[in-house]
């Protein structure tokens, strides 16, 4: 009877710890299964490389579909682990681009320190640790740091974005010990009308740092 009940207790504890699919819920050893993988691959962008003030920017896919609904629930629903796997998508599409500098440093695009602790984590930040894993380039993590609490930009006009988020950054003091020679590319999680890179690329500009280069999940 014993013997019983434990193989089933390790049945159902194999059944509850089991993986799931993070969108279907479906059981699957990967953070997607393979027909939610599927149907992220869809929104790939095959490396869409265009340019933001003559500099390069990186989106591994388009703000739609699957890609768009893992993004929500990276943001809002706790589920960093999807991190990880955007971050390494990224990465393999930075390396298929071999024009780059392999010694550019990595900065995430902050949150506000009162928005990340509600959140728990830095989305971006998370992305770009994964990233820097599969490309070999340095992270830093907390080279500019969010000044000003803004308010979200999806129900602003592209004018009213510039606005929000002017003087957002500040240098972090981890970039302040580095030299000013290296070369930097901001990532982030969404690029819609680019007034938050921009934003980055002023404060970090003004202080003599020079961006590179952007990468970016989706670009909408
Ligand atoms: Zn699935």
Same mark, same amino acid.
């Given at each position: 009877?014993?013997?019983?009940? !434990?193989?089933?207790?390790?049945? %159902?504890?194999? &059944?509850?710890?089991?993986? +799931? @699919?993070?969108? =279907?819920?479906?059981?699957?050893?990967?953070?997607? @299964?393979?027909? =939610? +993988?599927?149907?992220?691959?869809? @929104?790939?962008?095959? #490396?869409?490389?265009?340019?933001?003030?003559? *500099?390069?920017?990186?989106?591994?896919?388009?703000?739609?579909?699957? &890609?768009?609904? %893992?993004?929500? *629930?990276?943001?809002?629903?706790?589920?960093?682990?999807?991190?990880?796997?955007?971050?390494?998508?990224?990465?393999?599409?930075? &390396?298929?681009?071999?024009?780059?500098? +392999?010694?550019?440093?990595?900065?995430?695009?902050?949150?506000? /320190?009162?928005r990340q602790q509600e959140r728990g984590y830095n989305q971006s930040a998370l992305i770009a640790k994964s990233f820097c894993q599969v490309t070999g380039l340095n992270?830093?993590?907390?080279?500019?740091?969010? #000044?000003?609490?803004?308010?979200?930009?999806?129900? %602003? !006009?592209?004018?009213? *974005?510039?606005?929000? #988020?002017?003087?957002?950054?500040?240098?972090?003091?981890?970039?302040?010990?580095?030299? @000013?020679?290296?070369?930097?590319?901001?990532?982030?999680?969404?690029?819609?009308?680019?007034?938050?890179?921009?934003?980055? #690329? /002023?404060? %970090?500009?003004?202080?003599?740092?020079?961006?590179?280069?952007?990468?970016?999940v989706a670009k909408a």
């Amino acid at each position: 009877m014993f013997e019983v009940k !434990s193989a089933l207790l390790k049945s %159902l504890q194999q &059944l509850v710890l089991k993986p +799931r @699919c993070t969108m =279907c819920k479906r059981f699957s050893s990967g953070v997607l @299964c393979p027909d =939610c +993988r599927h149907k992220l691959e869809t @929104c790939q962008a095959a #490396v869409s490389l265009t340019f933001v003030d003559n *500099r390069p920017l990186i989106a591994w896919g388009h703000y739609q579909g699957l &890609l768009k609904q %893992l993004l929500g *629930r990276l943001k809002y629903d706790q589920q960093a682990q999807i991190a990880h796997l955007l971050g390494q998508l990224l990465g393999i599409a930075w &390396l298929e681009n071999q024009s780059y500098n +392999r010694q550019s440093i990595v900065i995430p695009i902050p949150l506000h /320190e009162g928005r990340q602790q509600e959140r728990g984590y830095n989305q971006s930040a998370l992305i770009a640790k994964s990233f820097c894993q599969v490309t070999g380039l340095n992270l830093t993590l907390n080279g500019l740091v969010r #000044v000003k609490a803004t308010a979200a930009q999806f129900n %602003l !006009s592209p004018q009213d *974005r510039l606005i929000n #988020v002017a003087q957002a950054f500040q240098l972090g003091s981890e970039l302040a010990k580095k030299e @000013c020679g290296k070369n930097i590319v901001l990532l982030d999680d969404i690029y819609t009308t680019g007034a938050t890179i921009h934003s980055a #690329v /002023e404060a %970090l500009s003004q202080a003599g740092f020079k961006v590179s280069g952007i990468a970016v999940v989706a670009k909408a």
